[in-house]
């Protein structure tokens, strides 16, 4: 074992040779790929508990998502990978100029995810049906800012007069946009639905009827193309829970999202380093790597698309 | 390749390794440790951290003891203060001295070096492994700039869901993102160690060959890397949930708290592993090599290290016994957890076996591992009553509890760590140490950690509850000793810590084998050089001594012939 061993400058010192070198870069990968899993996983087991606690907040919520989008994405991000192994295979064949084609191309593919996810959000944020409780408005689309949790769900607070609390839906409804005034009740005392119309003026629907003024609302809402007159028509009332889908919709998505942008990245650095023509059938681990970061990037969106846009 | 070899090609530079070209003296200034590539600094730069986050997490430690010296206030007269404390303690003791203390820090010099390897598969990799740990560290450590946290270790919701109007946000969410950032520097450790040990073991080497250290290390570096992230992902999802409200775990929001605990313990079980093995893998070194005798029951002691770090991922619900979980689950969990106390007590019985009829030496490593042995035993054996449902319900949060996961974590894994620094001690630094010295400090901190541990196992049976500021005065006997126990224990560190301090002075040049180990890195000189061997030599029994012979004259061992 010698120093100065091989022609190869990507050789490193500790290694006894190139294929030594290699496995253990795939090897280290797969373990790594393997941690990103279960980080993933996580995610997932949060979903599953959350989907079994409530089962009405996805069959809501996944409705509100757009299929289309999803399942284009899905197709932009397959195709990405295929131009991905194509480009894994150009840089083993030492055919450079395909390398750099191919990543270019994988790249984009990674840009229109981006661009399409980047439109689905834009659509959410128009709706209202955003994470959380305080962000999630389902129909009214009327961003509370400023909005303080720790003083609104504060428990120290004294507990509101039962009758003060049944007058307030009326007179927030009246005025949307006023503020919110943060205290005088207590949440475990009421149900979810209760909770949000007082903090947010959602009207309380009687059961089985729709109050009128949401129509009216979402008559011109224009974020979806589904043609309809309103959300509660077509997608019924939301439940009390909804906030929970959109925010496992948008905790799942965004960290895919993050795992796309430094795939991106990764997949830019490797173009570099092929431009200037690094690889060749001696050296192309750089390239191989970032090849199976990609694919479980992609592999993992194949789950998520089927778990939260196609649910029944 | 063959021993004698080595043997015959290295007498002198083995002799005064110190004075010879060594990785010390390969490059010089700052600069040239900050950014160092090589496995051997960036343990000893681990150690530097890992002894300063000991010293601080330790002094929270006394802090906490004081304050319980007497019943209602002693040292403050905040109870939320009192809180801090422990919080910080805790967090700091687990997530930056022992989670990566032997792994890290003792596995990066030591692994390599008992391979035959020239460095850690990956080492741009361990560098910013190092400076993962140093960026969470200084996270996490960061919090007492902004009044700390109070949630404990666990960051239990609600406790730990605060609005952004609190005075406590800021420290919850630097906390959990030190955590965050921690978690992934130990991920990458693992990664790096898992694939060094696959790809970079010398062909003579094959698996049931290897020193049982690495057995161990290799099955941390799993649950490194399988249980961590999901720690990660929780408490990213934990800061997320204060930012934006998700209602995961907030029940105010239709969030589930109880999941938040049960996330957490997927990770924090297996934590517990990653604390403990690494700890049993330095023992079956020590225990062998100081008791001179062939390790007994290899086979067993390198597949309990895998039975345990696959156990350990599904026992976690017994910290949840009374968190109200069906009786089923509790019922399952509870039979799972005893299953862990099998690979376990395999391991003591072989320790005892290895050294019944061997030719024990005492000296400063062995201390610390008979430390261990009676420290274990005390911690694993009370772990039973604590898995046994009906006793859990009785001693559930009370100060057994404490005292249980104290005899494990700083009884066992910590002495086992400080076990392997004075061990390897004249293998990375060159220098012996006073041994006396050494013993005197290895016996006040056992000394010490019992009587401050013992009185905390007969509170909790009597109803102490953890966690709490003030207490019943008649509990005042048992703290005041539990107190003055953790002073010695502080004593006892600052002996050791002087011992191997006053060892880079004025100690002895250290032979490469003081010990009469067999294992590769006794084979090199100590300290060794940059790439740690010049040749590697073929050893097939790692645990065989019968080659070596004592030199009087050298103060060390020498192959024979």
């Known amino acids: ?312 | 390749m063959s021993e004698s070899q080595t043997a015959s090609a290295s007498p002198q530079s083995v002799k005064f390794g110190l004075e010879a070209p060594n990785f010390f003296t390969a490059s010089k200034g700052l600069a040239s440790w900050l950014l160092t590539l090589d496995h051997k600094r960036i343990g000893i730069m681990y150690l530097i951290a890992i002894t300063i986050a000991f010293a601080l997490g330790g002094a929270f430690a006394l802090m906490v003891r004081t304050e319980l010296f007497f019943a209602g206030p002693t040292i403050t007269s905040d109870p939320n203060q009192y809180n801090v404390w422990f919080t910080v303690h805790a967090a700091m003791m687990i997530f930056m001295v022992i989670i990566p203390g032997v792994p890290a820090a003792l596995g990066n010099i030591i692994l390599p070096l008992m391979l035959g390897a020239k460095d850690v598969a990956f080492p741009r990799l361990n560098l910013a492994s190092f400076y993962f740990w140093i960026v969470g560290s200084l996270f996490l450590g960061s919090v007492l700039f902004f009044g700390g946290v109070d949630t404990g270790w666990t960051f239990y919701t609600p406790y730990s869901i605060i609005g952004t109007g609190s005075t406590m946000a800021t420290s919850v969410y630097l906390a959990l993102f030190g955590v965050f950032i921690l978690g992934f520097s130990s991920i990458l450790t693992g990664v790096n160690f898992i694939v060094t040990i696959h790809k970079l073991r010398p062909r003579v080497m094959t698996w049931f060959r290897m020193p049982l250290f690495l057995w161990a290390i290799y099955s941390t570096a799993v649950i490194q890397v399988l249980a961590t992230p999901v720690l990660a992902i929780t408490v990213l999802l934990l800061m997320v949930e204060n930012f934006f409200g998700l209602g995961l775990f907030d029940p105010a929001l239709g969030g589930d708290p109880v999941l938040f605990q049960h996330f957490f313990w997927f990770y924090s079980h297996p934590a517990v592993y990653i604390m403990i093995l690494p700890a049993m893998g330095i023992m079956s070194e020590l225990i062998s090599i100081h008791s001179h005798k062939h390790v007994f029951g290899y086979r067993f002691i390198a597949y309990s290290s895998v039975a345990i770090a696959m156990f350990g991922f599904i026992v976690w619900g017994h910290h949840m016994f009374t968190s109200g979980m069906s009786g089923l689950l509790n019922a399952v969990f509870s039979f799972l957890t005893f299953s862990v106390s099998i690979p376990s007590a395999i391991k003591m019985f072989n320790w005892l076996s290895t050294m019944y009829r061997g030719s024990i030496s005492i000296n400063t490593p062995m201390l610390w591992a008979l430390g261990f042995m009676f420290n274990f035993a005390i911690g694993g054996l009370t772990g039973l009553f604590l898995g046994t449902l009906s006793v859990d319900i009785h001693l559930h949060d009370t100060y057994f509890v404490v005292a249980h996961f104290h005899y494990v974590m700083m009884g066992s894994a910590l002495f086992a760590f400080f076990g392997g620094v004075f061990h390897w001690w004249p293998k990375f630094i060159g220098k012996m140490y006073n041994e006396k010295m050494g013993m005197v400090g290895a016996t006040m901190v056992f000394w010490g950690f019992n009587i401050t541990f013992l009185p905390q196992f007969i509170m909790g049976s009597q109803g102490m509850p953890r966690r709490y500021y003030d207490f019943d005065p008649a509990f005042l006997i048992w703290h005041q000793m539990s107190t003055l126990g953790s002073y010695l224990q502080a004593a006892g560190f600052v002996v050791c810590a002087y011992t191997l301090a006053m060892s880079l002075v004025k100690g002895r040049l250290a032979p490469a084998n003081p010990w009469g180990g067999n294992s590769l890195e006794w084979h090199c000189q100590s300290p060794p050089i940059l790439e740690n061997f010049e040749t590697v030599p073929d050893v097939e029994d790692c645990y065989d001594y019968t080659d070596w012979q004592y030199d009087r004259e050298l103060g060390g061992y020498v192959l024979k012939g």
């Open chain 1, 1 to 312: 074992m010698s120093h100065g061993h091989g022609d190869n400058p990507y050789l490193g010192h500790h290694w006894d040779n190139m294929e030594q070198q290699f496995s253990s870069a795939k090897l280290g990968m797969w373990l790594f790929m393997a941690q990103e899993i279960l980080f993933f996983s996580g995610l997932f087991c949060f979903y599953a508990v959350l989907r079994f606690n409530n089962p009405e907040a996805f069959e809501y919520g996944h409705q509100l998502l757009d299929k289309i989008m999803g399942a284009v994405n899905t197709i932009v991000l397959l195709l990405s990978s295929l131009t991905m192994a194509l480009g894994v295979r150009a840089a083993q064949t030492n055919q450079k100029r395909a390398t750099c084609i191919f990543l270019a191309l994988t790249f984009l593919g990674g840009c229109g995810f981006m661009v399409i996810k980047g439109i689905e959000y834009n659509a959410k944020g128009t709706h209202g049906s955003l994470w959380g409780l305080a962000n999630f408005k389902g129909e009214d689309g009327v961003q509370k800012v400023g909005f303080d949790y720790g003083k609104a769900f504060s428990t120290d607070l004294a507990p509101e007069p039962p009758a003060e609390r049944a007058a307030k839906p009326e007179v927030a409804s009246d005025a949307e946009t006023a503020a919110i005034e943060p205290g005088g009740m207590v949440a475990e005392a009421l149900d979810q639905k209760e909770v949000r119309s007082i903090l947010f003026g959602e009207a309380l629907p009687p059961p089985g009827k729709h109050g009128g003024h949401e129509e009216d609302e979402h008559a011109g809402d224009d974020g979806h193309d589904h043609g309809h007159a309103g959300h509660v028509e077509q997608w019924g009332t939301p439940p009390p829970t909804a906030h929970i889908f959109f925010s496992v919709y948008f905790g799942l998505t965004a960290l895919h999202g993050i795992h796309v942008v430094v795939g991106m990245g990764l997949i830019a650095w490797v173009f570099v380093n092929a431009r200037r023509g690094k690889y060749s059938s001696k050296y192309f681990t750089q390239v191989e790597v970032v090849g199976l970061y990609w694919h479980l990037v992609d592999l993992i969106w194949i789950f998520l698309f089927p778990l939260l846009y196609l649910i029944s």
